[in-house]
């Protein structure tokens, strides 16, 4: 059974306001890492977006800055973000999590309203107890004036994954550079390649791991997979595109570069594709999003930058151009569709170089993804029974929710609200 927050020894303050933003009980990774947190414990932590992860930080950084000493005229704790969309969404939790608590905090991104330069400057100067900050931004005040880290306890890394997919590595290094060594590092990742754990080694001290569960994608995305050659993928993509007249497509390829020719292509044939990367400028891409969300573009081609980073709810339909390398990154992508209540579909490329991270897959999935019938005009499809076997007769992962209680407690933070 789920914890309440009230059984964590969180602050009265941030309990106060969790009580009135009707907050009872924790997620799995509030659960597992506050405590950790609450510790003083470097901790890494891999969970994906919407499982509660911005408050599985928050809440133990607002009380251990209510408890700990520390100099309110300095800086105490930073958090990256790779991009302004994710910095402005801490920063607005972070207002209602800390109502209570007396300390102040600046948000510092770019991007056309993101707010003014020479504020983010002065909040900088005047020591905000917190700083919400993409690398990029705050490299840029770092060049043009000395900022006093000497005050930093508490640095936190949010998606830190995709800040090393946009190449922010050196940025990091940079800033981390600027810290005291002293300091408790926080690092949350949706995914843990190796990439991830060389930045974990160079910059954390003996962290805590903890790792939640990927959850299975919903029921209401109808997923599908094609069996057919590399040469057979472009048409197959455009004449379904044609034949459904779908706005708000996404379309992934796992490298930028096949996303710049797909987008070149797909332009070519008359439909409204649009790129996002990460050599895109910040402005850029908040560009393309903006065009997305209000349906002007009606294929979006991406990265896996895009899969944890987008939050449209009216998506259609996805298409993974090319298998992902493992089911983290599969989940994450077609749960781009079927959001807020929606039904959705995905549909995924398999060709014979494809044929065993599939396989990883749908042994994840535990279950058979339905094949879609290679159309006639496009010859002939691999010969599926040789290369790709559906996942029937493979041992199954998972098992049954538990159910949970959901009995009263008569705490004065629990049950009917004021």
Known sequence: MAKYFDELPLSDAVLDALWDMHFDTCTPVQEQTI????????????????????????????????????????????????????????????????YYVPFSSVAVYGGHDGGNFSLQANGLKQGADIVIATPGRLLSHMNIMDIDFSGVKYFI????????????????????????????????????????????????????????????????????????????????????????????????????????????????????????????????????????????IDVLVATDIVARGIDVDDIPLVINFDVPRDAEDYVHRIGRTARAENKGEAITLVS?????????????????????????????????????????GRQRHGGHRRGQSHARHTNKRRGDHR
Not at 181 to 207: C, E, G, N, V
Not at 364 to 377: N, Q
Request: charged content about 25%; proline content about 7%.
């Open 157 to 296: 890394l949010d998606e830190a994954d995709r800040m090393l997919d946009m190449g922010f590595f050196d940025d990091i290094m940079k800033i981390v550079a600027c810290l005291p060594k002293d300091r408790q590092t926080i690092m949350f990742s949706a995914t843990m390649p190796a990439d991830i754990r060389k930045l974990a080694k160079t910059i954390m001290h003996d962290p805590e791991e903890v790792k939640i569960a990927v959850s299975r994608p919903p029921e209401t995305i109808a997923q599908q997979a094609l069996c057919c050659y590399p040469a057979q993928k472009i048409p197959f993509v455009v004449e379904h595109l044609k034949e459904q007249h779908l706005k708000k497509v996404i379309l992934f390829a796992g490298k930028k570069q096949y996303v710049k020719e797909l987008t070149i292509l797909l332009a070519r044939q008359g439909m409204n594709a649009r790129a996002m990367h990460s050599d895109l400028e910040q402005k850029q891409r908040d560009e393309v999003m903006l065009d997305f969300r209000n349906g002007k």
């Open 35 to 98: 405590p950790i947190i609450l510790d003083h414990r470097d901790v890494i932590s891999c969970a994906q977006t919407g499982t509660g992860k911005t408050a599985a930080y928050i809440l133990p950084l607002l009380t251990n800055l209510e408890y700990d000493d520390h100099d309110p005229n300095k800086l105490n704790a930073i958090i990256m973000a790779p991009t302004r969309e994710l910095a402005q969404q801490i920063d607005q939790q972070m207002e209602g999590f800390g």
């Open 352 to 392: 014979p170089d494809d044929a065993r991270y599939w396989g990883k897959i749908e042994r994840f999935l535990g279950k058979d993804i339905p094949r879609i019938t290679l159309p006639s005009w496009l010859g002939e499809a691999p010969d599926n029974s040789a290369y790709l076997q559906p996942a029937g």
